[in-house]
């Protein structure tokens, strides 16, 4: 049944009863009742029991947050004076008093099992290699000894420009046990990039790699380390992972020798919004916000998120498709926290095949996988069957994050993955790393909808008078604070860009830049960024509608719209498509896509102009570039628009700048 044709009053899919009384988060409930004053599951009814506990835990945070503390038996080695000592945003401060430690929360189970497994890793070549719990614990311990004799101390910032291998983990674990603030990126990055990012914090060590292989090509990154170790003065030390089999430059620390010999773990107890690491926004019209991140709240929101959202547990085998530039790079190591085994692979998405991934989950037994929504529709325009064509029993959850996954989307995982699929749409941000709303275990799964705002965020939608709405498209606010909100943004006097970032348009509430509409059966539908909004007549709609309609065609790869103010009061919106390899973009195709758009999407939305481009470009985590390719087309300067360094393909860039020029010679007026 396509997308067109589901009835969407009836769920995709439903979770059995067994399935909702065995999930981590019916207990959690049934126990926060008897504990701290949680509602009673309304028996044979989890929709009705899951609103209850959400609105409880948005209504008493204090009750909620200890909850999750004492549920998962967090270890505070100084105790707490109170849970929310101040609601104000910006500003809540979470658990005054109290102290611990994110890497001894992480490497627990490697106490009580340390022969099972806690990492497994894969490349191109998909030869599995296992870490058990023990030995990560003993690697961690190795590199935090190293970081301390290096003089490493609580505060100092480590910096990794590593591919998601178990390195990484190893060196984000260790520089958490010390004190130390993380900070990575991808070695896709350029020098450039990594640049604006890292001499921001000051790095006092850097880990990183020779080089990394994608796409069954090997990329030498020797010289852009060089060129790192230049223009990074703070660097005290450099661990260097050999991937490609160099030998260790100069005055660098070789990695066999970091992790050599049996330590001891010794963890630095620090304060609960001591920070863990930095994130970074995509940075593409100016320097990225360097995003700032507490142990404790980090350490509470992934336990919730995983154990209770994705209902991970030892027995689980998580996945995600992500890179250390992304947040979901972080996400996916708290799966640790829930004493899962996380399955790192470093690879291109789709190569060999089209279906590598659906094959790594194959291959290692994947129970919750994640990926991007746009890897699910490149799976569907591909006709792949994976249910088919791969053993996937195991499989429980998919999850999809990065844009919003569009109802075909829904509609081709049960055809294609497994009817008794349960499929977890997510949506969150880098400035939390975590969902706002998203995957819930006992509720049942609506075309195009997410599952339901998650527990303890409070999660809303406003229009434009600040006034909630249901059923309509609104801003996505959030009303209260959440422990893993940013503590504050690196080097920001008086937290000024932080407030302007997110509390300007709404003092002391969060307006996190997302069209949304909460639906009146509690169910979540995201319609793409608010800051690139598409306004024809009063009228105002999400790019991420016209992208999904649009993206159907098989003659279309990629799309993008913008919606551009002229000077003379005028309104241009044009979409722009990359077609797909054998296709023209003749009048047929172009009365194709206005006839979709105007049919299922809005008559007053269709584009004014369609124009092929060679290709939509992105940030350096996958997302569209929406707002720098509204200024240039605007006319604002390439360099003005954008910083080249956050683009994948700056050159994509001047094809709109070009026609922007050209559009302002044969109208001068506009």
Known sequence: MSSTEQDETEPLWQPRPERVEAANITRFQSWAAQRHGAPTATEGDPLASYRALHAWSVRE?????????????VRFTSPHQSVLADAAMPGARWFPGATLNYAEHALRRATEHPAETALIHLDERRQPQQTSWAELRRQV???????????????????????NIPHAVVALLATAAVGGVWTSCAPDFGARSVLDRFQQVEPVVLFTVDGYTYGGKTHDRT?????????????????????????????????????????????????FDHPLWVLYSSGTTGLPKAIVQSQGGILLEHLKQTALHF??????????????????????????????????????????????QWRIAEQTGVTVFGTSAAYVVACRKADLHPGRDLDLRRVRCVATTGSPLPPDGFSWV?????????????????????????????????????????????????DATGAPVVDEVGELVVTGPMPSMP????????????????????????????????????????????????????????????????????QVRESLVIGVEQPDGGYWMPLFVHLADGSRLDDALRDEIKRTIRDQVSPRHVPDEII???GVPHTLTGKRIEVPVKKLLQGAALDKAVNPGSVDDVTLLEFFARLARERAATNPDR
């Open 61 to 73: 945070p204090d009750q909620f947050w200890q909850a999750v503390a004492e549920w998962f038996d």
């Open 414 to 462: 049960y055809q294609e993955v497994g009817s008794d699929i349960w499929l977890a749409s997510v949506s969150g941000g880098t400035d939390v790393c975590s969902c706002f709303a998203g995957g819930v275990p006992t509720l049942p799964v609506y075309l195009g909808e997410l599952q339901a705002p998650c527990l303890g965020s409070d999660v809303q939608s406003w």
């Open 612 to 614: 092929e481009v060679p």
């Open 311 to 356: 209902d991970l547990g030892p027995d689980d085998r998580f996945f995600w498709y992500t890179s250390t530039g992304w947040m979901m790079w972080n996400f996916l190591v708290g799966g640790l926290l829930a004493g899962a085994t996380v399955v790192l692979y470093d690879g291109s998405p789709g190569y060999p095949e089209r279906d590598a």
């Open 141 to 163: 311990a190795a590199v935090a000894a190293l970081l301390r004799d290096l003089g490493v101390r609580p505060g100092d910032r480590v910096s990794g420009y590593l591919p």
């Open 487 to 554: 503590v504050r943004f690196w080097n920001d006097p008086d937290d000024q860009r932080y407030r302007e970032s997110y509390f300007a348009t709404y003092p002391g509430v969060w307006r996190h830049g997302d069209w949304i509409t909460l639906t009146s059966r509690g169910t979540v539908i995201v319609h793409g960024r608010s800051d690139s909004t598409l306004n024809r007549a009063g009228v105002r709609m999400g790019s991420a509608d016209i992208y999904e309609a649009v993206e159907r065609l098989p």
């Open 223 to 271: 010289d852009t380390v060089a060129e790192l170790r230049r223009e990074l003065p703070t660097l005290r030390a450099v661990v260097h992972v050999p991937l490609l089999g160099t030998p260790t430059p100069d005055g660098a620390v070789d990695w066999d020798q970091a992790i050599s010999g049996d330590h001891e773990l010794h963890v630095e107890q620090v304060p």
